[in-house]
Antibody, heavy 118, light 113 residues
Framework: QVQLVESGGGVIQPGKSLRLSCAAS????????MHWVRQAPGKGLEWLAA????????YYATSVKGRFTISRDNPKNTLFLQMNSLRLEDTAVYYC???????????WGQGSLVTVSP | DIVVTQSPDSLAVSLGERATINCKSS????????????LGWYQQKPGQPPKLLIY???IRESGVPDRFSGSGSGTDFTLTINSLQAEDVAVYYC?????????FGQGTNLEIK
């Protein structure tokens, strides 16, 4: 079955960097676009970034453009989110999401909590 | 950016009754070349990741009960839950994928009356 498992979250100081990973299994990872979506505590969903199946194109939300970078390693079935210059408002659960056929966000990981705190 | 606005923010419905959630986008998400609305609906229960319910505005994802239905076109959409069950208590989000950045509505909290 499809599995997406995020890792790399934790407590980090403002201004520091952190890299999240998402290990994919149960499907042909290299055939699918992938996304990151986050959710601040008690708040709604915020789409952050997307990457094409082959890594040739990337897209970002305005709020993270220039600070966050999405990337992937297809031979290792892994998605990444490099987060630089972290701010207090980046505190959230970060979800790794598969873009299935028909452009739908059809599989979600359980999420990884990132807490930005002095 | 396309702004997606849901109404109401919260909703209380009796068991067995119908729940209706509205979603409005700031510009049309209907792609004329294929006549598809790039709009999805998600359900999120406490402590869980979101789950896809509806895509292309009206297509039910595999395994989703048929009491869930989506409708609308262009800028105005509706998620209808018929015969509300206790397990339907959740926050519901609509999301446009017509153009980047993809954007979500603010969510609608559905409770049992």
């Amino acid at each position: 079955q499809v599995q997406l498992v995020e890792s790399g979250g934790g407590v980090i100081q403002p201004g520091k960097s952190l890299r999240l990973s998402c290990a994919a299994s149960g499907f042909s990872f290299s055939r699918y676009g992938m996304h990151w979506v986050r959710q601040a505590p008690g708040k709604g969903l915020e789409w952050l970034a997307a990457i094409w199946y082959d890594g040739s194109n990337e897209y970002y939300a305005t709020s993270v453009k220039g600070r966050f970078t999405i990337s992937r390693d297809n031979p290792k079935n892994t998605l990444f989110l490099q987060m630089n210059s972290l701010r207090l408002e980046d505190t959230a659960v970060y979800y790794c999401v598969r873009e299935g056929d028909d452009s739908k966000l059809d599989r979600w990981g359980q999420g990884s909590l990132v807490t930005v705190s002095p | 950016d396309i702004v997606v606005t849901q109404s109401p923010d919260s909703l209380a419905v009796s068991l067995g009754e119908r729940a209706t959630i509205n979603c409005k986008s700031s510009q049309s998400v209907l792609y004329s070349s294929n006549n598809k609305n790039y709009l999805g609906w998600y359900q999120q229960k406490p402590g869980q990741p979101p789950k896809l319910l509806i895509y292309w505005a009206s297509i039910r994802e595999s395994g989703v009960p048929d009491r869930f239905s989506g409708s609308g076109s262009g800028t105005d959409f509706t998620l209808t839950i018929n015969s509300l069950q206790a397990e339907d208590v959740a926050v519901y989000y609509c999301q446009q994928y017509y153009s980047t950045p993809w954007t979500f509505g603010q969510g609608t909290n559905l409770e049992i009356k």
